[in-house]
């Protein structure tokens, strides 16, 4: 079906290690334009039950027109997936067969949202999945140097960091910063001529970098596959598709704890993770989009699927 709200990624291969049956009940995290869902719906349909979940309004009213046809068994709510156990008690569910995020944002959020996630168009400084908590205006003309140059550095691993953070106060003293281009151009002019395209353009890393602060991506992930975790069925199944190596590193590493290996840093003496045989790694690699998925939609190219059985 063509989707132009969203092309989704990895959908043979979510449907795959979903293991999907005929009457299961899903908890999908990040509906976006449901464009995973149909596929997963046909599988578990007409006894099965769909919750999806989306902090965008957006996502939710695409979701619902694309999915009239199945009323009875899906369930949608705008909400965040750290709050999976709320959501699912709120429903009288206390188990579920699968469990999918697909991270990140949509295209539409990227091209047509106009809240300012692209360095490439000029728009307002807002960039949050949903409409409450603080925006990137916020982080950006109130957070101090220090604040800002940790988050370039720990969300955008950009090294020039300090400088971009420096700027950035400096620019803002003279005049509050608004746009998306304005913060693009400042973020530019900071780093140094011979340097500024090695990695890509170095605004792409730290719009990241602010977008991941905005909505709290990383702490709602590791609650989202914690309690996530807890409400699967034995043998039931998680998916994850991440795009970008923060992202990638907190679910390897939940993973390799729920399969009862200790994540603790090596210099402390004793476990502090809890580690305990609770799951399966199934993805034995990770896997990636194939070149002919990549082809047909680039923004296909960093996606990494990992998923996790429970024992
Ligand atoms: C990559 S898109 C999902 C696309 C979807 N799989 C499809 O096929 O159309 C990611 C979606 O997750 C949503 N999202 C990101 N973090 C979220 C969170 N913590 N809770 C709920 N939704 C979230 C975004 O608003 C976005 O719509
Ligand atoms: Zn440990």
Not at 13 to 39: M, P, R, S
Not at 151 to 159: L, Q, T
């Amino acid at each position: 079906m063509k989707n132009d709200y969203h092309h989704p990624v990895l959908v043979g291969e979510v449907i795959n290690y979903l293991d999907l049956k005929q009457g299961d009940t899903i908890f999908e995290g990040t509906l976006g334009g449901a464009g995973h869902t149909i596929a997963i719906i046909k599988e578990i349909a007409p006894t099965g039950k769909l919750i999806g979940v989306d902090l965008c309004s957006q996502a939710l009213s695409t979701a619902a027109s694309r999915l009239k046809n199945y009323k009875d068994i899906i369930f949608l709510k705008e909400d965040n997936f750290a709050n999976v156990k709320s959501i699912l008690a709120g429903l009288d569910i206390e188990e579920v067969d699968g469990i999918l995020y697909d991270l990140g944002l949509s295209s539409f959020q990227i091209d047509k949202s106009t809240k300012g996630f692209s360095y490439m168009r000029d728009e307002m400084l807002d960039m949050r999945f949903g409409c409450e908590g603080k925006t990137a205006h916020e982080v950006i003309n109130r957070y101090s140097e220090e604040e800002l140059r940790e988050i370039f550095y720990k969300y955008g691993e950009e090294k020039w960091s300090g400088r971009i953070a420096a700027n950035i106060v400096k620019e803002r003293s003279r005049e509050e910063i608004k746009s998306t281009s304005r913060l693009a151009g400042i973020i530019k002019d900071s780093v140094p001529p011979e340097h500024r395209y090695k990695r890509g353009h170095p605004a792409k890393r730290i719009f990241q970098a602010i977008r991941i602060e905005v909505n709290d991506e990383l702490k709602n992930l590791e609650k989202g596959i914690e309690d996530g975790f807890d409400v699967l069925k034995k043998g039931g199944r998680m998916v994850i598709i991440s795009y970008h190596s923060l992202e990638d590193r907190i679910v390897k590493n939940k993973f390799i704890n729920f399969s009862g290996r200790c994540t603790c840093p090596p210099l402390l003496p004793v476990c502090r993770c809890g580690a305990k045989k609770r799951g399966r790694v199934v993805t034995r690699k990770i896997i990636n989009p194939t070149q002919e998925e990549i082809m047909e939609n680039p923004r296909a190219r960093s996606a990494k699927l990992r998923a996790i059985e429970k024992l």
